[in-house]
Every structure is written in C-alpha cells, then in structure tokens.
C-alpha cells in the first residue's frame, strides 16, 4: 500500500499531508520522492502533517529519519505535525522524540520556523 501526499505552502513553509501507512516497499520510498522534490523545489522549512498516517513500521521510521538528514544537509529544517499516538510511542521508545520536533498545531509549527 503506498501513502497520498498533498503539497501547499503556508507562510513560507511547504505542509506535506501524508496519508496511508509509511512501510517498506512503496510507500517508503513515495515518502523519500515526495520530500526530495519538495527540496529540488527550493523549500528549505519542510512540514510533514502526519495525522492521517495510522501505521509506521521501522523501514518508515528509517524513512523519516533519511528525509530528516536529507533536508538537514540541504540547508533546511523538517518538523512534524499531528503526529499520531501509536507513532509517538514509537518515536519515544527509539528515543527519536529527541531528533524530531513534533507539533499539534499547524499554527504553531508553522510559527516556529521563523
């Protein structure tokens, strides 16, 4: 199953709405163009809106963790916003709450790039 992405700009910052499941295969790597052409695009504050992502397993956390270097060494910031309870517990059991900066409101994150 691969995941659907809408792209908008809000002040500035490029919100990509994720939906689906972030797994190995298909989805994965539909994350990795969808962040990588948002970049070849000039966007440097990259917002990933994960409240319609309802599963990741460890290759789509490997997959946030690469689009978060990605952007990083492209001179830019990736946030994360809405993000689910079941991806929270993850990010907190591998201890990557510490590496993302996640937000429920879409205001706020997007405030937070200035």
Known sequence: ???????????????????????????????????????????????LNLADVGYVDSAGLGELVSAYTTVKNGGGTLKLLHVTKKVSDLLVITKLVTVFETFEDEAAAVASFK
């Open 1 to 47: 199953m691969s995941i659907h992405s809408k792209t908008r700009e809000v002040d500035g910052v490029t919100i990509l709405d994720i939906s689906g499941k972030i797994t190995l295969g298909a989805a994965s790597a539909e994350l990795r163009g969808v962040v990588s052409d948002a970049l070849s695009k000039g966007s440097k504050k990259i917002l």
